[in-house]
């Protein structure tokens, strides 16, 4: 599964974007998932839940036997 997903701050903790991208359902899901080596940030294992990700990065790994891609972004700010 391919997702763009927008956010409105400078950044998401990485935990907070797999529950806000409907990849797993609690917090304690994402710990784990993130603890078992399972999620890749720019394509290197991160085993660190609270890590800050940015709009241009790139989240990927796989739960429940599906994989998952997901390209943050960032919401254009215009003044």
Not at 24 to 41: H, M, Q
Not at 65 to 79: D, H, M, P, R, Y
Request: charged share 25%.
């Amino acid at each position: 599964m391919d997702k763009n997903i927008k956010i409105k701050t400078e950044y998401i903790k990485l935990s907070d974007l797999l529950k806000y991208a409907s990849i797993v359902s609690s917090g304690a899901d994402a710990k784990y998932l993130v603890a078992d080596g399972k999620v890749l940030v720019d394509g290197v294992i991160c085993l660190q839940r609270g890590r800050k990700i940015y709009p241009g990065m790139r989240v990927s790994g796989f739960y429940d036997n599906s994989q998952f891609i997901l390209k943050v972004e960032g919401f254009a700010v215009t003044g």
